[in-house]
Nanobody
Framework: QVQLVESGGGLVQPGGSLRLSCVAS????????MGWYRQAPGKQRELVAR???????NYADSVKGRFTISRDNAKNTVYLQMNSLKPEDTAVYYC?????????WGLGTQVTVSS
């Protein structure tokens, strides 16, 4: 009953920036326990960033200092600001929400970092 829709992906040059958005709809209790994951071709899906109910954040070492996760409760939206992008950041980025012991996923948005 939770729907997540990502947007904001695209093609960007190395060193550039993108801002991803994840809009949650349906039966939403809150925006607690949300995160961003990514999956590159031939690789496992990995956690990129997450934000807890208390607003604490956690990042993968590979993106620490470059990416920032945030949320706007009034808009039911979680953001991922990505700066200083590198080619290895190329992947499909997915938004995930855990609610009532269930995981909900968006369909993903493609991020390509290339010259």
């Amino acid at each position: 009953q939770v729907q997540l829709v990502e947007s904001g992906g695209g093609l960007v040059q190395p060193g550039g920036s993108l801002r991803l958005s994840c809009v949650a709809s349906g039966t939403i209790f809150n925006l607690n326990n949300m995160g961003w994951y990514r999956q590159a071709p031939g690789k496992q899906r990995e956690l990129v960033a997450r934000i807890t109910s208390a607003g604490n954040t956690n990042y993968a070492d590979s993106v620490k200092g470059r990416f920032t996760i945030s949320r706007d409760n009034a808009k039911n939206t979680v953001y991922l600001q990505m700066n200083s992008l590198k080619p290895e950041d190329t992947a499909v980025y997915y938004c995930k929400k855990t609610q009532a012991v269930r995981d909900y996923w968006g369909l993903g948005t493609q991020v390509t970092v290339s010259s």
